[in-house]
């Protein structure tokens, strides 16, 4: 069974930074890719940032230059650095990861429960 258990959610104010963690235990073989979605109430969850095994990280146009994802294969735990926060990024945050659990396994996505980003004065 594999889990995704996020941290460093909360409330902060515009400019303010916040940094999430999401940390992949259980039966993991190999990851290949991990990232960060977000779903404000009324809309669509939207990617926010993802980073593969090798490779350069994707981000949405509205984060890129403010948010940083990294990813520490090791510990199998991605992270979003957020800065220059601002009310419109108000939103559940979830973690992402798809990996395979066995040398022979399909890869398979998994989700964390989400940890709620509020930035408000």
């Known amino acids: 069974q594999v889990q995704l258990v996020e941290s460093g959610g909360g409330l902060v104010q515009p400019g303010g930074s916040l940094r999430l963690s999401c940390a992949a235990s259980g039966t993991i073989f190999s990851i290949n890719a991990m990232g960060w979605y977000r779903q404000a109430p009324g809309k669509q969850r939207e990617l926010v940032a993802a980073t593969m095994k090798r490779g350069r990280p994707n981000y949405t146009d509205s984060v890129r230059g403010r948010f940083t994802i990294s990813r520490d294969n090791a510990k199998n735990t991605v992270y979003l650095q957020m800065n220059s926060l601002k009310p419109e990024d108000t939103a559940v945050y979830y973690c992402?990861?798809?990996?395979?659990?066995?040398?022979?396994?399909?890869?398979?996505?998994?989700w964390g429960q989400g940890t709620q980003v509020t930035v408000s004065s």
């Open positions: 992402n990861a798809a990996l395979i659990v066995a040398e022979a396994a399909p890869l398979d996505v998994y």
